[in-house]
Every structure is written in structure tokens, then in C-alpha cells.
């Protein structure tokens, strides 16, 4: 019997509490990310403009980084001219498992 979840004639059944757990995590996870948000957004309009502001202590370190540009391929392109195949490179990948909420009654 497995802690989470079990096979049970041939299909995968997660155990009610299982459930239950991922449902409070999901809520206290979304808590937590939306707090981070606000004080990233925060942080930024108090540090926008004054690039050599940081804060520093044993804890954490808080720096602005400056608005910039980065190069990236067109990869569209690059399938449409024929030429995507010719610097791509199959990688392999480890196994997973997704965990998707079916409905807005999960958060």
C-alpha cells in the first residue's frame, strides 16, 4: 500500500487525504507566491531608477537589476526556411508526473 496513492485493479487511485493535502498546499502556495509578488512589486518601484541600491544582511540580499535586451532565436523562422533540424538536438528527458486542478473549487 503506498502512502499517497495505490493500484488497484489496473488503475491509479489517490488516496482521499492525498488530495486533501495538495488542496490546503495549493491554497498556502498560492498565499506565498502572491505575498512574493507584492513584494517584488514593492521592492521594484522603490529601487526603479536608483540602479546601485541594494540591500544586504545575513539573511538576504536584495539588488535591482536594470532593464535590458537579450537575443533570441526565431525558431518559426528558422522551421519555415528549412534550416530548424540543422542546430536542433534531441535530449533526452527524465519521467514525471503532472498534477493539473481540473476546476477553480481546488484553490
Known amino acids: 500500500m503506498g ?7 489496473g488503475e491509479l487511485v489517490i488516496h482521499p487525504e492525498t488530495i486533501e493535502r495538495l488542496q490546503a498546499d495549493k491554497k498556502v ?3 506565498i507566491d502572491n ?12 529601487m526603479r531608477g536608483n540602479a546601485n541600491m541594494i540591500f544586504k544582511n ?28 540543422l542546430y536542433t538536438m534531441e535530449v533526452a528527458q527524465k ?5 493539473k486542478w481540473n476546476d477553480n473549487r481546488a484553490s
Open 95 to 99: 519521467d514525471s508526473v503532472q498534477i
Open 29 to 31: 502556495k498560492e498565499q
Open 58 to 85: 545575513d539573511v538576504i540580499t536584495v539588488s535591482y537589476k536594470e532593464p535590458s535586451t537579450q537575443t533570441k532565436v526565431d525558431t518559426k523562422k528558422m522551421i519555415k526556411d528549412g534550416i530548424y533540424g
Open 35 to 46: 505575498y512574493q509578488r507584492e513584494v517584488r512589486n514593492e521592492l521594484l518601484e522603490l
Open 3 to 9: 502512502k499517497y496513492a495505490d493500484v488497484v485493479n
